[in-house]
């Protein structure tokens, strides 16, 4: 079996990241104009997965995140099955932004819709939108964030006939200042949390999409012995992290650095630029659909780990003294969490020592 590559579904991260560095470098310059309104970036969230501006009284975090191409799964499984998914990609696609948000210690407070689609008559199919409504005002009412409004245009001629896509702003606050998280405190000796993901999540979904042009069955593929059908399985919607983050600043818990574990897969561990090396002695149970796309992927341990989540979708580096009651702070939220390891002195390294996984400074070069 050929191995199919993220580059072969389309993505080529090699391409993508020296246009978000540039953007990154250009973007920087722009920072002085804040100073006539008296307020100033905080520069260490440059890079990051949301902007932080220090506005006085308290920071202002924002972030702006599309769903990708997980819309296309949940069309065809409705065409084959009769049954829509859209109020499970509406999570994902707010998932997408507050997940990010979260990272730099942000609450989240306003979320903003982007749903552009292919011409108007998609929005005449009355079931799909109004399951698109319901899953995104449920999405925010987990996250106790206010929905404020947004965009639909309809763009024939952009967006491909009969298609969608779905976008998401998110602006939230860092409230008290002392809850900023961009990474100033981590340091060697701190340990790292993982939280457990529901399964794809929506990154590496182009991927998935290959795979099954491969499949005997294509989306209606059984990947185990109950049945479970891929394209059904690749539908969970994303775990929402938000309602963790709050309790664990209500607990008393500060993370010093965390990491949505997103496109790069758990190359995201590296993304802080400090030198240090990041040590996982335990390995979270790889979600079965991951697994399957693994093997039918010919994917090896240094493949799969690069692309996707691989069962653990958010990691905290917390105290090591707090590491056991921020699981217990995750779990008591209804999201499965594991102590996989810790911060050592070091060269800047992930290594993965249950699987003899090593990644270099040089696997993630995002600014």
């Known amino acids: 079996m050929t191995p199919l590559t993220y580059e072969q579904a389309g993505v080529d991260y090699d391409k993508i990241d020296p246009l978000k560095v540039a953007a990154q470098r250009a973007a920087a310059s722009t920072a002085t104009q804040l100073a006539r309104h008296g307020f ?37 499984m409705a065409r084959l099955t009769g049954t829509s998914h859209y109020a499970s990609i509406a999570q994902d696609t707010i998932a997408m932004a507050v997940n990010d948000l979260i990272t730099v210690g942000a609450t989240p407070l306003v ?24 899953g995104w005002k449920r999405a925010c009412e987990i996250c106790g964030v206010a929905w404020g409004g947004g965009e639909t245009p309809a ?25 900023l998280s961009v990474g100033d405190a981590l340091a060697a000796g701190d340990a790292i949390v993982m939280l457990g993901s529901s399964g794809i999540h929506a990154n590496g979904v182009s991927l998935a999409r290959k795979l099954a ?14 049945g479970t059908r891929f394209g059904d399985v690749l539908l969970a919607p994303t775990t929402l992290y938000s309602p963790v983050t709050e309790a664990l600043w209500q607990a008393g818990i500060a993370p010093h650095y965390s990491a949505n574990i997103t496109g790069h897969g758990w190359r995201k561990l590296l993304r802080h630029p400090k030198a240090l090396t990041y040590r996982i002695t335990h390995v979270p149970p790889v979600p079965p659909v991951l697994a399957f796309i693994a093997e039918h992927a010919g994917h090896d341990a240094q493949e799969a780990y690069s692309t996707f989540n691989m069962g653990a979708g958010f990691a905290l580096f917390v105290a090591a003294g707090d590491a056991q009651r921020c699981v217990d702070v995750a779990r008591a939220q209804g999201i499965e969490a594991w102590v996989a390891g810790r911060v050592d002195a070091g060269p800047k390294q992930l290594l993965i020592e249950p699987l003899s996984l090593r990644f270099g400074d040089e696997a993630l070069q995002l600014r």
Do not use: H, M
């Not at 009284?57 to 997980?70: D, H, M, N, Q, R």
């Not at 979320?111 to 109004?130: E, I, K, L, P």
């Not at 042009?213 to 109950?226: K, M, N, S």
């Open 213 to 226: 042009e491969r499949l005997p069955q294509g989306w209606l593929t059984p990947i185990d012995e109950r």
């Open 111 to 134: 979320v903003q819709a982007y749903w552009a689609a292919g011409g108007s008559d998609w929005f005449g199919d009355a079931a799909r939108s109004t399951a698109l409504v319901e």
């Open 155 to 179: 763009l024939a001629g952009i967006v491909e006939a009969g298609r969608i896509d779905l976008a998401a702003s998110c602006t939230g606050i860092v409230n008290p200042k002392q809850r």
């Open 40 to 76: 100033s970036e905080v520069q260490a969230s440059r890079g990051e997965s949301a902007y932080v501006v220090d506005v006085g009284p308290f920071y202002l975090a924002s972030i702006v995140e599309c769903l990708g191409s997980k819309a296309l799964v949940a069309d065809e």
